[in-house]
């Protein structure tokens, strides 16, 4: 089973840090112009911003997956419980503890939900009725993909291929998680579930949670700390608490002012970077 933490302090250790960070594709094109950021043990952080932004990028800097995209770290570092891991593969990160959801909800379409699963837990060598012990959680949480075990992946819904792909990552039995865009594609009330789920997650397992996400609303609502990027930068960062009630966060990202609900095409992007650079 996995270890039961409490939640985490409001004061609780860095467990993975980005130093000035620098990415470039192709050796060619800058995609992230020096992000710094702090993730929290037992926290859940949230990565902001529109498309294009950067934030799926700093996802795979971290897991290793950039050299899939003829991506590479060019500058700065990034630690992990001390350890300097730019040039770890991804599979050695996995057994560190930190492993990837990919966005689009990656799946191996021709295999079952609970094959699915099973794959994640390939590294591991504690037994198989650990193994077995850890899917019958994995389905406390997705009692939905019990009942879909025996079907083929590919023909499962957006929502239940979402849960397939967190729940074969649980199988690693990871210490940090980070999720890529995991409300993209889903109606409002699968998000829902899956963010409580991430909650719970996090609460009762200790799970550490690194996730990017477009939806802000839904996203500050569930973390704990938060990073809006944009063109490659970190522009603000803070609290959840804070970001929400940031007049320039409720402007451009939730869509409210003093006036109402706004439009991003009621706003010139000039005035926005004007405000945050100063």
Not at 63 to 79: N, P, Q, Y
């Amino acid at each position: 089973m996995f270890d039961t933490l409490p939640e985490a302090p409001t004061k609780a250790e860095t467990l993975l840090q980005l130093n000035n960070i620098e990415v470039i594709y192709n050796h060619v094109i800058l995609v992230l112009k020096g992000v710094s950021l702090k993730v929290p043990k037992g926290g859940i952080t949230a990565l902001l911003g529109g498309n294009g932004a950067g934030k799926s990028t700093t996802l795979k800097a971290v897991s290793g997956l950039l050299a899939s995209e003829r991506g590479d770290i060019t500058k700065g570092s990034i630690t992990y419980r001390g350890d300097v891991v730019n040039a770890w593969n991804p599979s050695d990160l996995v057994k560190k503890g930190v492993i990837q959801v990919m966005e689009g909800r990656h799946c191996f379409e021709h295999l079952t939900v609970e094959e699915n699963l099973l794959t994640g837990a390939y590294t591991r060598r504690d037994g198989r009725t650990s193994i077995a012990d850890d899917l019958e959680l994995v389905y406390t949480y997705f009692p939905r993909l019990k009942e879909r075990r025996k079907s083929q992946a590919g023909y499962t819904s957006g929502g239940e291929q979402q849960m397939t792909a967190i729940g074969r990552a649980l199988m690693s039995r990871p210490e940090t998680i980070l999720l890529d865009e995991p409300s993209m594609g889903l109606a409002p009330q699968l998000v829902e579930q899956i963010f409580e789920i991430v909650k719970r997650l996090n609460e009762e397992q200790g799970v550490t949670f690194l996730l990017a996400e477009q939806n802000t609303n839904v996203a500050l609502r569930f973390a704990h700390t938060g990073y809006i990027l944009e063109s490659g930068r970190v522009v603000m960062e803070g609290s959840a608490d804070a970001l929400r009630e940031n007049p320039d966060v409720k402007e451009f990202y939730l869509g409210l002012s003093d006036k109402g609900r706004r439009s991003f095409r009621d706003v010139r992007s000039y005035r926005r970077r004007k405000r945050w650079l100063a």
